[in-house]
Nanobody, 121 residues
Framework: QVQLVESGGGLVQAGGSLRLSCAASGGTFTKYEMAWLRQAPGKEREFVAHIRWSGASTYYADSVKGRFTISRDNAKNMSYLQMNSLKPEDTAVYYC??????????????WGQGTQVTVSS
């Protein structure tokens, strides 16, 4: 069973950049597809980005496409979310999540504790 720990959140001005990191432990990292989701105050948690186990395929929410990039380093058991051209509406708690590549459902089974990203205008 994999454990996930996020880092890299903080306060940034609009137009700035941040890189979030997710360290995975306790499992074979290449068994898992990785994702980032976020939850803004008073809103439901929403999907941001997803990456297949090999890193060959990535998927993004329309709201972040072209600005955010998800990646992974299987040798280091790490997943990343590079966030550029940040907007105030990107302010949220960002969660790293995972599910086994072999499952047929879309939910994520493993979650980190979240990291706060605040974008000031």
């Amino acid at each position: 069973q994999v454990q996930l720990v996020e880092s890299g959140g903080g306060l940034v001005q609009a137009g700035g950049s941040l890189r979030l990191s997710c360290a995975a432990s306790g499992g074979t990292f290449t068994k898992y597809e990785m994702a980032w989701l976020r939850q803004a105050p008073g809103k439901e948690r929403e999907f941001v980005a997803h990456i297949r186990w090999s890193g060959a395929s990535t998927y993004y929410a329309d709201s972040v496409k072209g600005r955010f990039t998800i990646s992974r380093d299987n040798a280091k058991n790490m997943s990343y979310l590079q966030m550029n051209s940040l907007k105030p509406e990107d302010t949220a708690v960002y969660y790293c999540a995972a599910r086994e590549a072999s499952v047929s459902y879309s939910r994520y089974d493993y979650w980190g504790q979240g990291t706060q990203v605040t974008v000031s205008s």
